[in-house]
T-cell receptor
Framework: EAGVTQSPTHLIKTRGQQATLRCSPI?????VYWYQQALGLGLQFLLW???????NRGNFPPRFSGRQFPNYSSELNVNALELEDSALYLC???????????FGDGTRLSIL | KNQVEQSPQSLIILEGKNCTLQ??????????LRWYKQDTGRGPVSLTI?????NTKSNGRYTATLDADTKQSSLHITASQLSDSASYIC?????????????FGTGTQLKVEL
């Protein structure tokens, strides 16, 4: 069974640009979660999608947005990139809310 | 505010030795607590999950304990191996029907040396 896959592995952008990160959940999983893991900090919850709908978002500005497609894959978009957006962005999926989350290996976003 | 605090922040031990990592939390109402292992450059992988009624749970050389009264958990690693070098993250889930309410600790960075 394939795990959660994320692309790209690394992404380098400059300030003010926009970034798109992608996530494919484990087959059969309908819930997708996005987290930001900045250097020296714990995982910070960004967004939760289930059945194509945004169910909850963390304490992040509106320039962090995303969507979930009919096949349950998901995109995270970050607009007007700032230096502090440099971090590892992790995607996780679960069968349903409350079920164990399985993580991908993340996208390393670097802002120059 | 819900918080999860882990200690120590980092730890270096010799191969073959045992170690214990600590996790204290203030999350309420409590649902469950998970320990994850995160290798460098990889996503976290679940080691154990414990609910309110569970005191101890083992996964190979990893043994987690939970004291729901004092809101403390520990992860004990027995006969450490070089491959145990990683970040260990404690994650506490809040009992709610309103959304994803996980609180993550900042992790303990473990290094196992020869």
């Amino acid at each position: 069974e394939a795990g959660v896959t994320q692309s790209p592995t690394h992404l380098i952008k400059t300030r003010g640009q926009q970034a798109t990160l992608r996530c494919s959940p484990i087959s059969g999983h309908t819930s997708v979660y996005w987290y930001q893991q900045a250097l020296g900090l714990g995982l910070q919850f960004l967004l939760w999608y289930d059945e194509g709908e945004e169910r909850n978002r963390g304490n992040f500005p509106p320039r962090f947005s995303g969507r979930q497609f009919p096949n349950y894959s998901s995109e995270l978009n970050v607009n007007a990139l700032e230096l502090e957006d440099s971090a590892l962005y992790l995607c996780a999926s679960s069968l349903a809310f409350g079920q164990p989350q399985h993580f991908g290996d993340g996208t390393r976003l670097s802002i120059l | 505010k819900n918080q999860v605090e882990q200690s120590p922040q980092s730890l270096i031990i010799l191969e073959g030795k045992n170690c214990t990592l600590q996790c204290n939390y203030t999350v309420s109402p409590f649902s469950n607590l998970r320990w994850y292992k995160q290798d460098t450059g990889r996503g976290p992988v679940s080691l154990t999950i414990m609910t309110f009624s569970e005191n101890t749970k083992s996964n190979g050389r990893y043994t987690a304990t939970l004291d729901a009264d004092t809101k403390q958990s520990s992860l004990h690693i027995t006969a450490s191996q070089l491959s145990d070098s990683a970040s260990y993250i404690c994650v506490v889930s809040e009992l709610t029907g309103g959304g994803n309410k996980l609180t993550f600790g900042t992790g303990t960075q473990l290094k196992v040396e020869l």
